[in-house]
């Protein structure tokens, strides 16, 4: 019976974050909801008790897809420098293809409209960076007078700057280019040799390989 609740409240979950990020928060009804998912409003609200119920379990579904993608990365016995970059090409994507990233992102936008305490974004971002970092520094990789704690908010303020830019110019179609070319820019200040064209050759032949293995790139 558990098992069942739980998948029901996620197929719902996922309703309501194709209409959050369609619509937006104030344009979503539970109707709505009720009519994509298939289930009468009876049904959603014994699983939630109101819209913001719903809002608030689609940020939280947002900020869990985080953790496994960020261990996978640092677990791997690579350049931390090339794990940093390479981690924000698969956060890229997650945020262009998954619906759930999407709407989690853009209901935090809309949190004053919102009756309920969301979770606070980017301080986790500026902590894992910070600590890739510390580690690009410890292996002689980060350039001489980088202070990782100074430069890891820099990094994560382009790279969300970047998808607002994006989402606003092509709904982020272009997303991985662009990011290519901020790294460009980034990756001359913090290598300690800086060659950020065949550090990126490296980080999109992994990627690659993983997509042909069949693993998220």
């Given amino acids: 019976m558990q098992v069942r609740a739980e998948t029901t409240r996620g197929f719902l979950v996922e309703a309501a974050a194709k209409l959050f990020d369609e619509r937006g928060y104030a344009g979503t009804s539970i109707s709505d909801i009720s009519a994509l998912s298939g ?77 309920a305490q969301l979770p606070t974004p980017f301080i986790g971002w500026i902590e894992v960076v910070t600590e890739l970092l510390e580690e690009a520094a410890r292996r002689g990789e980060l350039a001489t007078g980088v202070d990782p704690v100074i430069a890891a908010p820099g990094i994560v303020y382009a790279f969300f700057g970047l998808h607002t830019v994006s989402d606003a110019l092509d709904g982020r179609d272009r997303i991985e280019e662009r990011l290519h070319d901020l790294w460009l820019l980034l990756l001359v200040a913090l290598q300690e040799t800086p060659d950020p064209a065949s550090l990126l050759a490296r980080v999109h032949v992994t990627r690659a390989a993983r997509e042909t293995a069949g693993a998220p790139a």
Avoid at 85 to 91: A, D, G, H, K, N
């Fill in 39 to 115: 289930r009468t409003s009876g049904a959603i609200y014994f699983h939630f008790a109101g819209k913001e119920k719903l809002a608030l379990a689609v940020v939280e579904a947002h900020f869990a897809a985080w953790p496994t993608l960020i261990g996978d990365a640092r677990a791997e016995d690579r350049p931390a420098l090339e794990k940093l970059v390479e981690l924000s090409f698969t956060v890229a994507r997650a945020f262009r293809d998954d619906v759930i990233v999407r709407a989690g992102s853009r209901l935090w936008m809309e949190r004053k409209a919102i009756d």
